[in-house]
T-cell receptor, first 114, second 114 residues
Framework: NAGVTQTPKFRVLKTGQSMTLLCAQD?????MYWYRQDPGMGLRLIHY???????AKGEVPDGYNVSRLKKQNFLLGLESAAPSQTSVYFC?????????????FGEGSRLTVL | AQSVTQLGSHVSVSEGALVLLRCNYSSSVPPYLFWYVQYPNQGLQLLLKYTSAATLVKGINGFEAEFKKSETSFHLTKPSAHMSDAAEYFCAVTGSGGNEKLTFGTGTRLTIIP
């Protein structure tokens, strides 16, 4: 039972480079989320999706784009990486809404932008 | 808007002693409150949640939390700490208004002293 799988787990980028983080869940969940975790700041919501083909902005969306072409996948893109985007990124999914559903998290992707 | 404040970024307790991790919330609507735990190099896991039913909520691994509206608090407790409880704990809040934003606190790292 894989749950939520994130790839890659580690990546080092140079300023201005682009990359995509992939999140895959095998639980048939409708809702998917991308968070970033920074020391002393907890987790902050970047973007989320309430179903295939839909996306919405979270708390800190600038500099990121997302796509949910398939229900099981949620991609997070950085078009032009900046040092401020150095962080640990977590994907999460849930069967139902945040009010009633438990979020299941991946193990995280550590990104360093030089 | 909702927010949570976790008092103490680091807490140390002796094995067998009481664990108390503090969380205070602010919400303009009736809140839904959660505690998540993060073990090293892993994603977050749900410990317990309050969704306006019983004010004393029991979770996994012997943890419980009590919702106190008068004190705007949702502190996490465990009567007897175990070495395996060493982790980072996050309090989170969302409003009953229907948006998908789960706002996390900055986390409390719990260390267990043998």
């Amino acid at each position: 039972n894989a749950g939520v799988t994130q790839t890659p787990k580690f990546r080092v980028l140079k300023t201005g480079q682009s990359m995509t983080l992939l999140c895959a869940q095998d639980m048939n969940h409708e809702y998917m989320y991308w968070y970033r975790q920074d020391p002393g700041m907890g987790l902050r919501l970047i973007h989320y999706s309430v179903g295939e083909g839909t996306t919405a902005k979270g708390e800190v969306p600038d500099g990121y784009n997302v796509s949910r072409l398939k229900k099981q996948n949620f991609l997070l893109g950085l078009e032009s990486a900046a040092p401020s985007q150095t962080s640990v990124y977590f994907c999460a999914s849930s069967y139902s809404r945040v009010l009633t559903g438990e979020l299941f998290f991946g193990e995280g992707s550590r990104l360093t932008v030089l | 808007a909702q927010s949570v404040t976790q008092l103490g970024s680091h807490v140390s307790v002796s094995e067998g002693a009481l664990v108390l991790l503090r969380c205070n919330y602010s919400s303009s609507v009736p809140p839904y409150l959660f505690w998540y735990v993060q073990y090293p190099n892993q994603g977050l896991q749900l410990l317990l949640k309050y969704t306006s039913a019983a004010t004393l909520v029991k979770g996994i691994n012997g943890f419980e939390a009590e919702f106190k509206k008068s004190e705007t608090s949702f502190h996490l407790t465990k009567p007897s700490a175990h070495m395996s409880d060493a982790a980072e704990y996050f309090c989170a809040v969302t409003g009953s208004g229907g948006n998908e934003k789960l706002t996390f606190g900055t986390g409390t790292r719990l260390t267990i002293i043998p």
